[in-house]
């Protein structure tokens, strides 16, 4: 399991309540997510926190993807994610498993394509996890259903070139439609990545959801 492993309770500590698996963007690596993850430890001391690596290489000519964006498209983009999401879904099962937390205790955070393979996850038949977070991330296909134990958490710079901000705020809607639990924070003046006022509305989001 190609991770970074941020955070591990000590033995003593008793089983672990909480798992944090971070999932990095295309062309990226665990290792840029290791501040994010740092923070999200020092604030929940109790739980397991992990910066998870994608097994593939991008072909993009550097770092690793989840799946190839190479003449990614609205059509193929589905297709794609489908393809790699039994892998995902494994590695969430795997590290589950190494730290004894169950679903529900369980937290996939995203940016970008690992927040597109976490949204994703949520359309599986049985739930994936407890709580699930998109920093600047979409879905391929409009969302077709919601577990009700599941919280959803979307995060979206207003001006973000890459994933437009609009994928979140549809997102949103759709998912409250199904009548899920989904929060949404649209951050202006931010583009395609994460600052400090993101990261401050994501700890209030994962506190009042704690």
């Known amino acids: 399991m190609n991770a970074l492993i941020l955070q591990q309770p000590r033995p003593e500590a ?42 593939e290489p991008s072909d993009l000519g550097q770092g690793w993807q989840w799946f190839s ?26 590290w589950q498993q190494r730290s004894g ?19 994703e996850s949520t359309q599986e038949p049985l739930p ?12 391929a296909a409009p969302p077709h259903r919601a577990h009700p134990g599941t919280r959803i958490h979307l995060l979206h710079g207003q001006v973000d070139g890459v ?6 705020v ?15 924070d649209l951050l202006a003046g931010l583009g395609h990545g994460i600052d400090e006022r993101m990261a401050a509305r994501l700890w209030d989001r994962l506190a009042a959801a704690h």
């Open 101 to 119: 937390v169950g679903a529900q205790g369980t937290t996939l955070l995203g940016f970008s394509q690992g927040a597109i393979m976490a949204l």
């Open 170 to 184: 549809e997102a949103q809607a759709q998912l409250a439609a199904l009548q899920a639990d989904v929060t949404l």
């Open 69 to 94: 964006v190479r003449g990614v498209t609205t059509d193929n983009r589905a297709y794609r994610i489908a393809t790699a999401m039994p892998g995902f879904i494994q590695t969430v099962a795997r």
């Open 163 to 168: 994933v437009p901000a609009l994928a979140s």
């Open 14 to 55: 008793g089983t672990a309540r909480q798992l944090f698996l971070l999932f990095h963007g295309v062309g990226s690596n665990a290792e840029d997510l290791r501040g994010l993850g740092n923070a999200l430890a020092a604030r929940h001391p109790e739980a397991w926190v992990v910066s998870v690596q994608s097994p």
């Open 128 to 139: 994936v996890a407890g709580r699930v977070v998109a920093l600047a991330g979409r879905f």
